[in-house]
């Protein structure tokens, strides 16, 4: 067989494998939404009652603000943003920039989450309750969220607290 008919001969049975599936030629890629990564938490005022590292008695903090903080792998910070709880204390920070349909720009273990400000006068000293002074490495809990035109997978940090500069003094007998 000369090397013209075995040309025509594969060319062939590629365009009738062609044929035989219109769907893949028919239509047009689609390509899937980019995964987001985001953090969760909660920030709340913590009781004059219960100090240290506890939150019992604690109440949440609305809008108050923490700060997300991620190095790249030589330790420069690439990522910086901060965000504002919700009117129940909730945070929901989408990391912008960090998306897992790609390599991700600053690895997920090099981001901390740390606590900004109190918007209340009253219950604005920062503690380091899961390390809202020091920062709180993201912890995977399993969650992601899910609709047609948006995926998150969801991080969570904290739970962390504010606490009054002064409580008053209570005797306990």
Not at 6 to 28: D, E, H, N
Not at 79 to 90: D, H, I, P, S
Request: charged fraction near 15%; glycine fraction near 6%; proline fraction near 6%.
């Amino acid at each position: 067989m000369t090397s013209r008919n075995l040309f025509v001969v594969v060319s062939s049975l590629l365009l009738i494998s062609l044929a035989s599936f219109p769907s893949i030629t028919a239509t047009t890629y689609q390509p899937k939404p980019a995964v987001h990564v985001v953090v969760e938490g909660m920030v709340y005022c913590q009781s004059c009652d219960y100090r240290g590292w506890s939150l019992t008695g604690a109440i949440p903090l609305p809008l108050a603000k923490v700060s997300v903080v991620c190095k790249n792998n030589i330790g420069q910070v690439g990522y910086y943003k901060t965000f504002q709880a919700n009117a129940n204390g909730y945070v929901y920070a989408e990391l912008e920039g960090n998306k897992m349909n790609r390599a991700l720009d600053y690895p997920l273990q090099n981001c901390i989450v740390k606590l900004v400000s109190s918007p209340l006068q009253k219950c604005n000293l920062a503690t380091n309750v899961n390390y809202g002074i020091d920062g709180s490495h993201l912890r995977s809990e399993g969650k992601s969220y899910t609709s047609p035109n948006y995926n998150a997978v969801i991080y969570a940090a904290g739970p962390f607290a504010f606490r009054p500069a002064r409580c008053p003094y209570t005797t306990r007998h």
